[in-house]
Structures are given as structure tokens and as C-alpha cells.
């Protein structure tokens, strides 16, 4: 590898990436040819420096927080060829960083880059959009919508579940039909959550043993009559395996379809662009990326 771009975030974080990306740039330079950074300075950004730079790059490193590592996976996994990926995170809860034991500090991260260890990664697929982490609807969706930057910028992780403490009761139910080759469900919900990575939110609360490697998608179905037991669950921030008990229904899957009534608001990977019906698929190894110490902590 020679050649690197990175698609730069100045807008992410707390200006810890932005002043560290000059130093960045220094490390990178040690290992690689040629390194070109492009500033993003508007939503789409992001996703239009994969289009024209994707194919003339050996190495294309998002530099910023969740949104813009969407944006533009979003981007490069349609592609045909595509370059390595990479993340340096900058953002608040930087979840796929985190999953794949990525440095927080963004001097750290870079020097992990700089180990060049690759992994081909599962990426999660709808026919609207594609995802690293999570796709969800109903309790999931109304929670991100209700942090505002300001809460998100100072609580970090622990805004969305204390916005999940202060929503939990208010949740409207809606007729969810789900089905996948091995199981279907039609009936009230209050949140599906379709997982591919653990993290959400910083922490790992709803899928703590899953892999994003295993070609498979983690399914989490909470009907209505599981509320109290939901939010339990999520004090203690979770528990290591998941039953089929208490109106919570946990599986795994290739491939699944959803439909609601009334229709739902899409939230994925903390971004809601679309509404159901929609239908869920994982690309096992869809995407190469540079890891730090992912092997170590899965183990």
C-alpha cells in the first residue's frame, strides 16, 4: 500500500482529531508514499471523495465520528473495487472503531494503522442502505432521535440510555411481521434491532458476544409486554446471553424480511434516512479493513 486518502471530519469530536491531524499525517507518512487529506465541510461530502478518489487509493481512512464513517461505507461498499478501510475516530460513541479494537486517541489509532493488520469485516445490507453496526425501528429509533447534540457532545454513551429511561413508558406499540428462513414473527412490538457489530451508543448492550465475522446478522425482537424487563436488562447493561424469554425474542439469521403498520422510521448506525418495509442481508467479508487489537479481544 501507497498510496492513502483520508476523508476528514473537521466537525467531529471536541477538536481532539482536529488538532491532532497534522501529526497524523506525519505518522502516516512514515509507512506510505502519499497521503492526501479531503475536509468534508457538508453532509454528501464524504460520500462524493469515495467516488471520484476510491479506485486511485490503496488506503481510504475516515477520520471523524459515526456519521461520517456511514456516509461513506455507504459509498465504498457499492463499489466493485474497493480500497482498504480504515477509521480514526473522532466522534462521541465511535462504535465500529471500538468493535474492532481501534484506539480511542487518535494518535494511538493511527499508530495501529501503521501495523497494517487486515481483516475482510461483514457488512449488513437493506435494500435502501448499508451498515457496520445496527439497523433498527421503534424504541431504538425514538431514543436516538431524542438526544440533541448538546447532551450527546457532554454524556457521551450514557445520553441515549438515559433518554431510554425517560422514553421506555411512553412507547407506542405497532404490528410488526418479520420473517426469515428459520423464523417469522407477526404480532405487537416495540423495537427491532438487527445487529452486526456489539457496539451501540459506545457500549455493548444488546448483542455482547456477537462477530462480525460470523456471516450471520443478531436479531433482537421486544414486545410490548417486555418493557420493564427491556429496561433491566439495559441497566445492567445487558446480560451475556439473551433468552427467548419475557416477550423477548434473540436469533440469527442470513437474511430477513420487515414490514410495520403503521410504518416505522429506519435508525442505522444512528443515522434515519428511510422507513420500513425493507428486507436485511449480510455480505460476509465485504470489506478489508485495517484492526487493532480485534483478534485479542474477541478471544
Known sequence: MERVAII???????????QSIGTIVQKLLQSYREVTIYQTEKPGDGADYVDKIAENVDLLIAAGGDGTVNEIIN???????????????????NDFSREIGISQNPLKATDQLLEQ????????KTNQQYFLNFWGIGLITEVSSAVDSD?????????????????VSDVDPFHLQVE???????????????????????????????DVQDGLLDVLLIKETSLQTF???????????????NGMIYFQTKRLSVSANPTQEI???????????????ILPGHLRMLVGEYKTTKE
Open 8 to 18: 476528514f471530519n473537521p466537525n467531529a469530536g471536541k477538536d481532539k482529531l482536529k
Open 75 to 93: 459509498a465504498l461498499c457499492a463499489l466493485q473495487n474497493r480500497p482498504i478501510f480504515a477509521i480514526i475516530p473522532g466522534g462521541t460513541s
Open 117 to 124: 493488520k487486515v481483516e475482510s469485516v461483514d457488512v449488513g
Open 151 to 167: 447532551s450527546k457532545a457532554t454524556l457521551g454513551r450514557m445520553a441515549y440510555y438515559l433518554r431510554t429511561a425517560q422514553t
Open 180 to 210: 426469515s428462513e428459520d423464523y417469522q414473527f407477526n404480532g405487537e412490538s416495540v423495537m427491532l434491532i438487527v445487529g452486526n457489530g456489539t457496539f451501540t451508543g459506545g457500549i455493548q448492550p444488546f448483542f455482547p458476544n456477537g
Open 231 to 245: 429496561w433491566s436488562m439495559i441497566q445492567s447493561k445487558m446480560t451475556p446471553e439473551i433468552s427467548n424469554e
Open 267 to 281: 435508525d442505522c448506525d444512528g443515522e434515519s434516512h428511510y422507513s420500513t418495509p425493507t428486507t436485511i442481508s
